[in-house]
């Protein structure tokens, strides 16, 4: 094997070991699957994983970006900080001193293919409402 096959080798098995790390898992909702990628690869601001998402999960939801953008989510992020947060509780473990999810709580509830709705996981956060201020408040 000279040294050209064995890099191309090399490349064509990083590329696929990407892949799977990267799949969605069976019937994974989008934000199951974001949280996942972010925890093990962080956000570089912008939706990378939610387009990979919708490219391999729903390819025919086509304005899932511009959807997410309306709740504020203009990266991966911010799907958690402006959109959507868990509906079961997160433990703090004494030892480590982390959150973690609740034993109970073992990934995605699952979602049918296709859809781009979220798991029971997780439920929209109320919208942001900031205080209205009157010219006379500035004085």
Do not use: K
Request: charged fraction near 30%; glycine fraction near 8%; hydrophobic fraction near 35%.
């Amino acid at each position: 094997m000279s040294v050209d096959n064995g890099v191309r080798t090399l490349e064509i098995e990083l590329a696929s070991l990407a892949q799977d790390l990267t799949a969605p898992g069976p019937h994974e909702c989008v934000l199951c699957y974001v949280n996942r990628m972010l925890v093990q690869f962080g956000c570089d601001t912008s939706l990378r994983w939610t387009r990979r998402w919708r490219a391999l999960q729903a390819p025919r939801a086509t304005q899932l970006e511009r959807r997410i953008g309306r709740d504020g989510a203009f990266c991966d992020c911010e799907l958690f900080t402006n959109g959507w947060d868990v509906t079961v509780a997160v433990e703090h473990d004494p030892r480590t001193g982390e959150d973690r999810w609740p034993d109970d709580v073992r990934g995605c509830r699952g979602v049918r293919n296709g859809t781009t709705q979220p798991c029971t996981l997780w439920a929209r956060r109320a919208p942001q409402r900031w205080p209205v201020r009157r010219r006379s408040d500035w004085d």
